[in-house]
Nanobody, 126 residues
Framework: QVQLVESGGGLVQSGGSLRLSCAAS????????MGWFRQAPGKEREFAAA????????HYAESVKGRFTISRDNAKNTVYLQMNSLEPGDTAVYYC???????????????????WGQGTQVTVSS
C-alpha cells in the first residue's frame, strides 16, 4: 500500500506559477513510478507528467511541455510538479499517482496506476 497526499494547489492569475507536492507513505517510495494527472469539470482525467523511479527520466503531455517540470526527492518520499506560465486551461483538480511498472506506452493511462491521492484544486484566472 502507498498513501499519497497532494498539496500546493490554489488560485493564481494567468502567467503565474504554482508548485504542487505529493507526499507518499507506506511502501518504498523509490520503487514506484510517479505521475501527475488532472481533471477539469466535465472532462476525463488526463495525463500531465510522469517520472521514473530514480528521477532520471521524465515524460510530459504536449499541453504542458516546456511549462511544467516533474521532479522527485526519494529521501523525502515526495514528488513535485512545478507549474509555470499557467493558463486558464490548466484549471483542474490535480492528482498524483503511483505505479509499480510503466512503459512509455502505458505511462499516460490512468488505469496503469494503482495508487492515487485525493487531489488538489488549481484555478487559473484570466
Amino acid at each position: 500500500q502507498v498513501q499519497l497526499v497532494e498539496s500546493g494547489g490554489g488560485l493564481v492569475q494567468s502567467g503565474g506559477s504554482l508548485r504542487l507536492s505529493c507526499a507518499a507513505s507506506g511502501r518504498t517510495f523509490s520503487g514506484y513510478y510517479m505521475g501527475w494527472f488532472r481533471q477539469a469539470p466535465g472532462k476525463e482525467r488526463e495525463f500531465a507528467a510522469a517520472i521514473s523511479r530514480s528521477g532520471s527520466t521524465t515524460h510530459y503531455a504536449e499541453s504542458v511541455k516546456g511549462r511544467f517540470t516533474i521532479s522527485r526527492d526519494n529521501a523525502k518520499n515526495t514528488v513535485y510538479l512545478q507549474m509555470n506560465s499557467l493558463e486558464p486551461g490548466d484549471t483542474a483538480v490535480y492528482y498524483c499517482a503511483a505505479a509499480r511498472a510503466l512503459t512509455t506506452a502505458t505511462m499516460t493511462k490512468p488505469g496503469e496506476y494503482g495508487y492515487w491521492g485525493q487531489g488538489t484544486q488549481v484555478t487559473v484566472s484570466s
